[in-house]
C-alpha cells in the first residue's frame, strides 16, 4: 500500500485496522544473485539500491536479530557533511543530498530536519580551524557559515554565551542543511521499499561462516542453513573484523564502545544540533522531547554495546559547562553502541581480496549520517564489481599503500581513533 | 566501572588508568619485509571475548602492564607485569 495523506485519513476512519505488513519476512531461499550481511540501515539500502540502480532484485539481507535493533536504533540521528578533506566532503555531501529526497524516494517519512549543525569555537585557534574548514567545505560546493557569538547568543538563548562561561564561546561554524534524521524510519523505510521491490528481509538468522571455494564466495553458512551466492556484502558495522575473519580477512580495524544518552522529555528547547568538539559534547533535541547527547569513546575494545560511568560523568558536564539551565532535567536513558574503528577514522567501502566479496564498514562514529550514500555505493560495487568514484578512495588497501584519507583533517595518523 | 587490578598497587578505579591497546602484536625486526610492518601498525584481531592489553597506572604508579579482559563484558580475567605470562587473577 502506498502511504499517503488519503491512506492515512482512510486508514483512521477503520479505525487504523486494515494496515498491511511493511515488509514481508519469509525463510530463506535456497540460493540468490546477491546477499546482504547485516539488516541494519546500511544493509538495507544496499539491498533497495541493488534493485532500484541495478536491477538485481533476487538478493537477500541476513539479520541476526531483529531489522534496525543494532547501531541504527542506537546512533544519535545527526546527519551533516562538514568534512574538510575532498574524499571525505564529496562523499558525505551525495550522502546528504540523498537525505533531503529520501522520504520521497521511500514512500516513508524518515522526518528529515535541517535544524543546523553546530560547532562552537572556544579559541582563536578553534577560529582559524573552524574557517579554514569552512572555507574548504565551501569550495566543495556544501553550505557552511560563520556565526559570531553575538548571533549564536541571540539564536540559542539557553547556551551560555557569557564571557565568565567556564569554556568561553568565540562563535562557531554551521551547516544550516545539517540536523536529523529520524533513525528507526530509515530501516523501516529502506526495508519496505527494499521488499516492495522483491528483496527477501531474513530475520533471525545469524551468519556462521562464509564459504570460499577456488578464491571465489561460495555462500554463507547460517543459523537458517546454507544460503548459495556469488556475491555478499558484509554491511554489519562494530562486528566487521569477526565476519571479515570467517573469510580469512584480517581488517585493520578495532571495535570500541561509544555511549549516548537522553534525558527525560521535555517541551521544545532547543532546535538545532550544537556541538563542541574541544569538550567532546554533542546534544540535540528529539521530536519526542529527550535531549540527546553523547561525547566521546570508552577508548577500551568492547563489544559489550554498553559503557562505563566515567564518560557519562564528563558527557553530563560538559552539557551543564554550555546549558546550565539543564541541570534541571532527569537522565533518562544511557546506551552503548559498537563502533568500527578504523585507523584513520574513514570507512572502508571497496572490494575485498576474495572474489564476489564485498563490505562497507570501519564507521567509526560516523556511520548513520552515510547510510544512504554507503548503501547506494555498496551496492554499485557489488553490481558493477568495480567501485564507484565517490567510493573508490574507501579501499582497505589505503592502509598499505600510505593513502589514508584521515578523518578529522589534521594529516593521516596510523592512531587517529 | 572497571575495577582494574594493577599488579603493584591492586584494584583501583579506572579513571586513574590509561588504555594501550592489543598486547599481542610485536614489533618487527627493523630489516623485516614492509608487510610486517603494516601488520604491526595497523592490523588487529580485534576478538570478541578475551583480550590481552596494555594497561598504564597513569594516576598511579606510572607502570604499564598487562590485562586479560573480556570484551563482551569487561570482566577482567588477569593481570601481569611487563615481560610476566598472564595466568589466573590472584584474589
Known amino acids: ?417 | 566501572m572497571m575495577l582494574i587490578p594493577c599488579p603493584w598497587c591492586g584494584p583501583r578505579n579506572q579513571v586513574e588508568f590509561t588504555y594501550g591497546g592489543d598486547a599481542t602484536v610485536e614489533r618487527p625486526a627493523d630489516d623485516a619485509p614492509m608487510e610486517a610492518w603494516f601488520a604491526y601498525v595497523y592490523l588487529r584481531d580485534n576478538p570478541r571475548g578475551p583480550h590481552d592489553e596494555w594497561w598504564l597506572h597513569s594516576a598511579g604508579c606510572r607502570s604499564w602492564f598487562a590485562v586479560r579482559r573480556d570484551t563482551r563484558t569487561h570482566d577482567i580475567l588477569a593481570s601481569a607485569p611487563v615481560g610476566e605470562p598472564l595466568g589466573e587473577r590472584a584474589s
Open chain 1, 1 to 417: 500500500m502506498r502511504y499517503s495523506a488519503f491512506s492515512l485519513a482512510r486508514e483512521a476512519l477503520r479505525g487504523h485496522r486494515d494496515w498491511p505488513r511493511a515488509w514481508r519476512s519469509p525463510p530463506p531461499k535456497k540460493a540468490y544473485d546477491a546477499v546482504v550481511i547485516g539488516g541494519g540501515g546500511h544493509g538495507l539500502a544496499t539491498a533497495y539500491y541493488l534493485a532500484k540502480e541495478h536491477g538485481v532484485s533476487n538478493v537477500a539481507v541476513l539479520e541476526k536479530g531483529w531489522i534496525g535493533g543494532g547501531n541504527t536504533g542506537r546512533n544519535t540521528t545527526i546527519v551533516r557533511s562538514n568534512y574538510h578533506l575532498d574524499a571525505n566532503a564529496h562523499f558525505y555531501e551525495f550522502s546528504l543530498k540523498l537525505w533531503e529526497k529520501l522520504s520521497q524516494a521511500l514512500n516513508f517519512n524518515v522526518m528529515y530536519s535541517a535544524r543546523g549543525v553546530l560547532n562552537l569555537v572556544h579559541s582563536p585557534a578553534d577560529i582559524d580551524a573552524a574557517m579554514r574548514r569552512g572555507n574548504a567545505m565551501r569550495l566543495n560546493g556544501i553550505d557552511a557559515k560563520f556565526m559570531s557569538r553575538e548571533e549564536i547568543a541571540a539564536w540559542i538563548p539557553n547556551l551560555d554565551c557569557s564571557p565568565h562561561a567556564r569554556f568561553p564561546i568565540l562563535g562557531g561554524l554551521l551547516q544550516p542543511r545539517g540536523g536529523t534524521v529520524r533513525h528507526d524510519a530509515v530501516a523501516w523505510g529502506y526495508a519496505r521499499a527494499a521488499d516492495a521491490l522483491g528483496v527477501d528481509i531474513v530475520e533471525r538468522c545469524e551468519v556462521q561462516g562464509i564459504r570460499v571455494e577456488g578464491g571465489a564466495i561460495a555462500g554463507v553458512e547460517t543459523s537458517q542453513g546454507f544460503i548459495a551466492t556469488p556475491k555478499l556484502g558484509i554491511a554489519v558495522a562494530g562486528h566487521s573484523s569477526h565476519v571479515a575473519a570467517m573469510a580469512g580477512i584480517t581488517l585493520p580495524i578495532e571495535s570500541h564502545v561509544l555511549q549516548a544518552m537522553v534525558s527525560e522529555p521535555v517541551k521544545p528547547i532547543l532546535d538545532t544540533v550544537v556541538t563542541s568538539g574541544a569538550v567532546h559534547f554533542y546534544v540535540s533535541q528529539s521530536d519526542k522531547g529527550e535531549l540527546v547527547m553523547g561525547g566521546d569513546l570508552d577508548f577500551y575494545n568492547s563489544y559489550a554495546q554498553r559503557g562505563n560511568l566515567p564518560v557519562i560523568e564528563h558527557v553530563v558536564a560538559a552539557c551543564l559547562a554550555l546549558f546550565p539551565s539543564f541541570g534541571r532535567l532527569k537522565l533518562m536513558r544511557t546506551w552503548g553502541g559498537i563502533m568500527d574503528m578504523t585507523m584513520d577514522g574513514s570507512p572502508i567501502i571497496a572490494k575485498l581480496p576474495v572474489k564476489g566479496l564485498y563490505m562497507t564498514g570501519g564507521w567509526c562514529y560516523g556511520g548513520f549520517k552515510a547510510t544512504p550514500a554507503s548503501g547506494f555505493l555498496h551496492a554499485h560495487t557489488i553490481a558493477h564489481d568495480a567501485p564507484h568514484p565517490l567510493n573508490a578512495p574507501f579501499t582497505l588497501e589505503r592502509f598499505a599503500e600510505g593513502r589514508m584519507i584521515d578523518e578529522k583533517g589534521a594529516g593521516p595518523y596510523a592512531w587517529a581513533h
